[in-house]
Each structure stands twice: as structure tokens, then as C-alpha cells.
């Protein structure tokens, strides 16, 4: 079942894309490059943009596929439209960016709460849908600890920051795409040893086929980029995995990368205003943590080849999956 997922949502993603491509490329849907990239970056301005169509399109079918054949799989519709509601968020704020001819987006404040909202209806469903000894116990190992009604608002935390992580490690050909199918290929396996519903492990597989058929037309030169449409949702997707298969803590481990670019972010921010206050704003300019964030432009200023960066970072996180299946038990 995860085999012939896989192959449904990349044969679907590969056949699609390329119209979707060609698509994009015609209406004029160019990606604008932020004045805070390296230089570098600057060849990949006004390359297509909102190519997490083709990740949404690509999983979509395939799981409203299956629901109707199967039937009684209703929760995978949800855990869908917690998937399509992300890419909504995406979408909007990519429009915005081409409509603008500028990096301005939705504000960050505005994006921020339509991800509470929707991610905060998905997780009221969670408890509607809740099983007593089992929804709200987050499983380590052949341990396991119920935190209550502590969860919910965790949870929600969990789908909200993975998907503004996966967004901020959106930024290289390749980058998101890879990372992102290798942790849902990881989850999909995951879920599938833990005996969680039926349809997850597919779910993972189908995501996974969807960034394995986006990464066909990202990898560098990139044709497309997946934007904020792709970025959000599939973080969005994978949390909602992780939390409706109880492998909540094996997705934290898995999601090394994504973790570590948001946090580059969050201490970057941080040193620098400290810095700021205490020593002025031109030695906090001069002295930053990193050389830029995300991490994945931290190496890109040490002159590390892009597609170098982008294999190592794939490689970082295929090992931190091998090495939490390797001490889990299942």
C-alpha cells in the first residue's frame, strides 16, 4: 500500500505538473526574490512561482481516489483539508508577493493567525474525535505519557511552527521537496509499524510521491518554485500525520533540518537584538551569529555549492531518520 501510494502520487504529480508548469509560466506568476538572499540569487528571479500546486494536486487525487473507492476514510479527508487550508495561506501570501513585484506578502501577524485558526479547527476536530487513552498521549519509546488537555494547544504549536520550519527551509532547488518526501516516507513507515489508522501510512506515501514528482521540476536549475503554497502545507500535512499517528516525538527527530532553520532563525534574531541594546546597532550588524539565515544561506556565504548543501542537508536528515528508527521501539 505505501509502494503503490507513492507511485500514484508521482505518476499523477510528473503527468500534471508539466501543464501546471506551463501554466504558471504563461500568467506571469514570477517569483520575486527577497533583498535579504545571497547574491547568488539573484539568476532566480522570475522563475515560476506556486508550484505547491502540483504537491496539492498530486496528494489530492490520489487520497479522494482512495476515499471513494474504500469508503469509511473521512479522517483522511480532514487531515486534506487541514493540507489544502495551509496551501490556501501559501497561495494568498504568493499572490500578494507577484501582485506586489515585491517580497511583501501577507503580514506576518496576518499569517500567523489564519494558522492558529485553521490550525486550531483541525485540532478542536481532534478532540471531538478524541479516543480516551490514546489522543492525547504522546508515545517515546515503549513508554508512553498522557498529558491531557495540555496536548491540544501543543499539538496545535507542533502544526503551526512545522509549518512555518518547513517554509523557512524553502529556499534552495530541492531543498523543501527532498527533506519533506524523506520525513513523510519516515512517517508513513512509522505509522504503519504503530498500527495507527489504516489510510496514514498512505497519506505519508502519497505526500511523499507528490515532493519525489515536484522535486522532478525543482532540482537545480529549478523550473518552478513551490512558494508558500507548498512550504505550509506540507508542514501543516506532515504535523498532521505525526499527531493522528501518535509518532509525534519520532517526527521531531526525523525533522532535524527544518528544526534547525527555524531555530537559525529565532537565535539570529535574537543575538542581534541583544547586541543591538547593548553594543549598537552597527556592531550588532557587523557581529551576527550567522553569517544569514535561514541556515541553508549560512553555508551559501561560506561559498558551499548549492546542490552540495541541499545533498547534505537530504543526507542529515535520511541519517537522523535511521538513527531515531534505530533506537525506537515500535
Known sequence: EIAAAFAASMAVGLLLGRPIVLWLTKIGVKQTVSADAP????????????????????????????????????????????TIAFAGIGFWDDYLIVRRGKNLGLKARQKLALQLVFGAIFMAWVHWDAMPGRTTVLMIGSGQIDLGWLYYPLALLLIVGMSNAVNFTDGLDGLASGVSGLIALALAISCFAMGSYGWLHTFGAAIAGACAAFLWFNWRPAEVFMGDTGSLALGAALSGIAILGKVEVLFLLFAVIPIAEMVSVLLQVSVFQMRKRSRGIEYARANRLFRRTPLHHHFEELDMPETRIVGRFCLATAGSIALAMAIWRF
Open 39 to 82: 547574491a547568488s540569487h539573484a539568476a532566480k528571479q522570475g522563475t515560476p512561482t506556486m508550484g505547491g500546486i502540483v504537491i496539492i494536486v498530486a496528494l489530492a487525487i490520489p487520497i479522494i481516489g482512495a476515499a471513494m473507492i474504500k469508503g469509511n476514510q473521512s479522517r483522511s479527508l480532514i487531515l486534506l483539508g487541514l
